[in-house]
């Protein structure tokens, strides 16, 4: 078969991607190795910024987001004991949403459906052939039998494990990576979130995190060493250490019960150039990883989205490949600006194994700095509700 773009990966990016072309009439299949119902069970992230917002509106998938979602001007930050608040509103004019990873991706799977789109799951062994030529290709195995769909363009959407990132040869591929020293131990229970904003929180025992996903549902994340398993640690050994890293303020009010789902995630900052060879394209986390702090995973991959939909939007209404030629440059430009904003925002708040105490005393000052200093505070808030596309 045929088709205009094969998008490999039904993550929120292929899926986005998808979508968005499917309203403007770009034929495409998406491609997945998994279940729609695995893919849904990933827990992942929770703040959505303007752009994937504007995107979400774009695909005509906002309608429930906007009903659900929880629009959030401000965060808190704790530490020494007390908390302090960056008012994204009053600094930038903007605000984020927080809605679930999971509902983004519902939502679209929903959409695509209605739409008749296709949707190949549990595929294997996909490869993509001649994406260096103007005739590239795509073959894979669903149900034992091999299959062949060319195409004009490949977008690799396919995470970091994925094989499109494998497919651009070694000679051309430049990789740039730091690993951490730590990974985030992730709750979710159905208990009323602690606090209206999220609580980034910086603490003698390392760092934690309260956030949410509804009135009745709250995520928390504590850092935890790279060696731990989820199965180490009982709900009960969670919470108690959760709370001795909350300020008293805090911890006094937060709400325990069961736990309905617990993993470990590593930490690591990641990125690939170029983002395009020939005619494949990476999107999303097939070309970066950031560590979680400060929400940009996700919205990073939307900001991909954008600028390939847009280039291949050009493309084929205008005849145009300016947007696709510069889309490796412009993605990456605000790749690395996330991946700065991501790195800076964990060094402020984890404790290190090698930290002496200098380098204590330096991201105390620097906190000290954040919660005293407006231009440190409107630098933050910018890059957390998003920098434009
Ligand atoms: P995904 O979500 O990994 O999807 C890739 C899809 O490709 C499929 N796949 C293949 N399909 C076919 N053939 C193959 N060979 C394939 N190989 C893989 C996979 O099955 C999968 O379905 O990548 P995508 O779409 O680029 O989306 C990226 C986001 O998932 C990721 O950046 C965020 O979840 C990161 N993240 C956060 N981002 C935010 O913006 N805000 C947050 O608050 C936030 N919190 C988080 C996070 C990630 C976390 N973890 C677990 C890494 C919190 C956590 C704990
Ligand atoms: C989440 O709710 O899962 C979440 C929120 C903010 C982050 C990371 C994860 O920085």
Same mark, same amino acid.
């Given at each position: 078969?045929?088709?205009?773009?094969?998008?490999?990966?039904?993550?929120?990016?292929?899926?986005?991607?998808?979508?968005?072309?499917?309203?403007?009439?770009?034929?495409?299949?998406?491609l997945?190795?998994?279940? +729609?119902?695995?893919?849904l %069970?990933? /827990?992942?992230?929770? $703040?959505?910024e303007?752009?994937?917002? !504007?995107?979400?509106?774009e #695909?005509?998938?906002?309608?429930?987001?906007?009903?659900?979602g929880?629009?959030?001007?401000?965060?808190?930050?704790?530490?020494?004991?007390g908390?302090?608040?960056?008012?994204?509103?009053?600094?930038?004019?903007?605000?984020v949403?927080?809605?679930?990873?999971?509902?983004?991706?519902?939502?679209?799977y929903?959409? +695509?459906?209605?739409?008749? %789109?296709? /949707?190949?799951?549990? $595929?294997?062994?996909?490869?993509?052939? !001649?994406?260096?030529?103007? #005739?590239?290709?795509?073959?894979?195995?669903?149900?034992?039998?091999?299959?062949?769909?060319?195409?004009?363009?490949?977008?690799?959407?396919?995470?970091?494990?994925?094989?499109?990132?494998?497919?651009?040869?070694?000679?051309?591929?430049r990789?740039?990576e730091?690993?951490?020293?730590?990974?985030?131990?992730?709750?979710?229970?159905?208990?009323?979130?602690?606090?209206?904003?999220?609580?980034?929180?910086?603490?003698?025992?390392?760092?934690?995190?309260?956030?949410?996903?509804?009135?009745?549902?709250?995520?928390?994340?504590i850092?935890?060493a790279?060696?731990?398993?989820?199965?180490?640690?009982?709900?009960?050994?969670?919470?108690?250490?959760?709370?001795?890293?909350?300020?008293?303020?805090?911890?006094?009010?937060?709400?325990?019960?069961?736990?309905?789902?617990?993993?470990i995630?590593p930490?690591?900052?990641?990125?690939?150039?170029?983002?395009?060879?020939?005619?494949?394209f990476?999107?999303?986390?097939?070309?970066?990883?950031?560590?979680p702090?400060?929400?940009?995973?996700?919205?990073?991959?939307?900001?991909?989205?954008?600028?390939?939909?847009?280039?291949?939007?050009?493309f084929?209404?205008?005849?145009?490949?300016?947007?696709?030629?510069?889309?490796?440059?412009?993605?990456?430009a605000?790749?690395w600006?996330?991946?700065?904003?991501?790195?800076?925002?964990?060094?402020?708040?984890?404790?290190?194994?090698?930290?002496?105490?200098f380098?204590?005393?330096?991201q105390?000052?620097?906190?000290?700095?954040?919660?005293t200093?407006?231009?440190?505070?409107?630098?933050?808030?910018?890059?957390?509700?998003?920098?434009?596309?």
């Amino acid at each position: 078969m045929r088709t205009q773009v094969v998008i490999i990966g039904g993550g929120p990016s292929g899926l986005l991607l998808s979508q968005l072309l499917h309203v403007r009439g770009i034929a495409n299949v998406v491609l997945e190795r998994k279940t +729609r119902d695995y893919v849904l %069970g990933r /827990i992942r992230a929770g $703040v959505l910024e303007r752009g994937l917002l !504007d995107l979400m509106r774009e #695909a005509g998938v906002a309608e429930r987001m906007r009903r659900e979602g929880l629009a959030h001007d401000g965060t808190l930050i704790a530490h020494e004991g007390g908390t302090f608040h960056i008012d994204f509103k009053a600094l930038t004019g903007h605000s984020v949403m927080v809605y679930g990873q999971t509902e983004v991706t519902r939502d679209l799977y929903d959409a +695509r459906e209605k739409a008749n %789109g296709q /949707i190949e799951f549990e $595929v294997e062994h996909v490869e993509i052939h !001649d994406a260096d030529t103007d #005739a590239p290709h795509v073959t894979f195995h669903r149900s034992g039998t091999e299959h062949r769909i060319d195409c004009d363009y490949v977008a690799g959407c396919d995470g970091f494990h994925g094989v499109s990132r494998q497919t651009i040869p070694l000679s051309v591929r430049r990789e740039y990576e730091k690993t951490y020293p730590f990974g985030w131990l992730g709750i979710l229970s159905e208990t009323p979130p602690v606090d209206d904003e999220l609580i980034y929180a910086n603490s003698q025992r390392g760092f934690a995190l309260c956030s949410m996903r509804n009135a009745n549902l709250s995520r928390y994340y504590i850092q935890c060493a790279l060696s731990d398993k989820p199965e180490d640690w009982t709900d009960a050994a969670f919470w108690q250490e959760l709370l001795r890293r909350l300020p008293d303020e805090v911890s006094e009010r937060l709400v325990t019960g069961p736990s309905i789902e617990k993993s470990i995630a590593p930490l690591r900052s990641f990125v690939t150039e170029p983002m395009r060879w020939g005619r494949l394209f990476l999107c999303g986390d097939a070309a970066h990883i950031v560590p979680p702090t400060g929400a940009k995973g996700l919205n990073t991959a939307a900001s991909d989205v954008h600028y390939l939909y847009n280039g291949l939007r050009q493309f084929y209404e205008e005849g145009d490949s300016e947007g696709i030629d510069r889309y490796s440059e412009r993605a990456l430009a605000r790749v690395w600006k996330a991946e700065r904003f991501s790195w800076w925002f964990s060094s402020l708040l984890h404790r290190y194994p090698d930290q002496n105490p200098f380098d204590l005393r330096m991201q105390r000052a620097e906190l000290e700095f954040l919660r005293t200093n407006r231009a440190a505070q409107q630098a933050m808030a910018e890059n957390y509700v998003g920098l434009p596309y």
